[in-house]
Structure formats: structure tokens, C-alpha cells
Nanobody, 119 residues
């Protein structure tokens, strides 16, 4: 069983930055990781994904502004978010799976989410 715990959400003004952290409690280094977000009334969308070798994928809306990274020694994945705007507001979820799903929503394991609000 894989347990994920997100942290780092909060409120920020447009143009500001936030850093999210997701801690995994399992055989983390073998898993593919991703960040998703869900705004009120909208479907959950993939934001960034990272494979076991560190290769990354981003949705177009965040390219150049967000950076996903992982530290296998700490069983942790990060999402650095810069130049935030109102459209980035939502609940951000960490997800993981043993299959390389990139930004597809079929991940088996999810965290509880952390709120990001951009005003």
C-alpha cells in the first residue's frame, strides 16, 4: 500500500510562488509520480509528471512556470510553482503508480490534496 501526503499549499498573490511537497511511504523510487489539480466545478487535470529516471512532462498551461522534481532518497516529489495566476487556483493532488501514466488520470494512489489559492 502506498500512502501520499501533500503539503505546502496556501494563499498567494498573482505573480507569486509556492512550493508543494509530496511525501511517499512505500517503495517510492520504483514509482511514477505526478501532480494534478482540480478547480471548483472543473475536472481534475494533470499538471506535471516525472518518471523513475527523472524525465518530466507538463501540461501546456504551466510550461516554463512549474517544475516537478523528485528525491528518491527522501521518498519525496516536489512542485515548484512560479508566476502564479488565478487559473492556477485549485486543490493540488499528488499521485503515483507503477505504470508510466504521465498526465492521464488513471493513477491508483492519490494524496488527500492541498489547497492553492491565487488572488
Amino acid at each position: 500500500h502506498v500512502q501520499l501526503v501533500e503539503s505546502g499549499g496556501g494563499s498567494v498573490q498573482a505573480g507569486g510562488s509556492l512550493n508543494l511537497t509530496c511525501s511517499a511511504h512505500s517503495s517510492y523510487s520504483r514509482y511514477y509520480m505526478a501532480w494534478f489539480r482540480q478547480a471548483p466545478g472543473k475536472e481534475r487535470e494533470g499538471v506535471a509528471a516525472i518518471d523513475t529516471a527523472g524525465s518530466t512532462t507538463y501540461t501546456y498551461a504551466v510550461q516554463g512556470r512549474f517544475t516537478i522534481s523528485r528525491d528518491n532518497a527522501k521518498n519525496t516529489v516536489y512542485l515548484e510553482m512560479n508566476s502564479l495566476n488565478h487559473e492556477d487556483t485549485g486543490t493540488y493532488y499528488c499521485a503515483t503508480d507503477s505504470v508510466n501514466l504521465q498526465l492521464a488520470r488513471w493513477y491508483n494512489y492519490w494524496g488527500q490534496g492541498t489547497q492553492v489559492t491565487v488572488s
